[in-house]
C-alpha cells in the first residue's frame, strides 16, 4: 500500500507540473473571437450602393432550419425607368445539396425568355449561371451562384432599359452579397 500512494503522489506531481507548463500561469488568454452571423440581417445593406440607388428596399432573414435572407427592392411609384428587384441568400447544410439547389435554380431559367450567358463567372462565385432579356417590355436577367454552400440569387427588370444593363446591375449586386458575405466571415 505504501508503494501505491507513492505512485499516486508522484502522479500528482506531474499533473501539477504539466498543467503550469501547459500555460495556466501565462498572462491573459486569447481574446474570444465573434463568430459570424448565420444568415445576414439585412441581405439589401450587402448590395453596393450605386445598385439599389433610387430604389425602396426591404428586407427578411430567417436563421430557423437552412438560414435564408431576402432582399426585395423597387423603384417608386412614378419613377422612370420602373425597376424591379429581388435577391434571395440560403446557406445550405452540405455541399451536395448546395449542389442540387444551385442545378434547380439554373434549370429554371425559361430558355423561351433568357438567352444564356456562357461563361458567365462573377467574382466570388464557385460556379454561376444567368440569363438575360426582354421579358414583358423589361429589360431583364436572373442569374444563380454558388460559393461554398451559399446560394444567391438575382432576377432584376427594368422598363425601359435603364443606362445600366439589367445584366450588369444584377452581376454588380451579386458579387456585392457575395463580396461582403465572404469578407466578414
Known amino acids: 500500500m505504501h508503494a501505491t500512494a507513492r505512485r499516486h503522489g508522484g502522479l500528482g506531481i506531474a499533473v501539477a507540473s ?48 437552412t438560414p435564408t435572407a431576402a432582399c426585395s427592392l ?11 428587384a429581388v435577391v434571395t441568400w440560403l446557406k445550405s447544410d452540405d455541399e451536395d445539396s448546395a449542389e ?8 429554371s431559367i425559361d430558355r423561351t425568355e433568357y438567352r444564356a450567358q456562357p461563361g458567365f463567372k ?9 440569363g438575360s432579356g426582354t421579358v414583358s417590355g423589361a429589360d431583364s436577367a436572373t442569374m444563380t451562384a454558388l460559393a461554398d454552400r451559399e446560394i444567391v440569387v ?10 445600366v444593363t439589367a445584366m450588369a446591375r444584377s452581376q454588380a449586386m451579386l458579387e456585392g452579397v457575395l ?5 466578414g466571415s
Open 74 to 84: 423597387r423603384s417608386p411609384d412614378g419613377a422612370t425607368p420602373q425597376v424591379t
Open 122 to 130: 462573377p467574382r466570388g462565385a464557385d460556379e454561376a449561371c444567368a
Open 18 to 65: 504539466l498543467l503550469l507548463l501547459a500555460g495556466c500561469g501565462s498572462s491573459e488568454p486569447e481574446p474570444v473571437q465573434a463568430l459570424p452571423p448565420e444568415a445576414p440581417a439585412d441581405l439589401c445593406a450587402t448590395l453596393p450602393a450605386a445598385t439599389r440607388a433610387g430604389l425602396v428596399g426591404s428586407s427578411s432573414t430567417d436563421v430557423d432550419g
Open 179 to 183: 463580396t461582403t458575405l465572404h469578407d
Open 100 to 107: 442540387q439547389i444551385y442545378q434547380s435554380q439554373c434549370r
Open 154 to 163: 438575382v432576377r432584376l427588370g427594368s422598363k425601359p432599359a435603364g443606362k
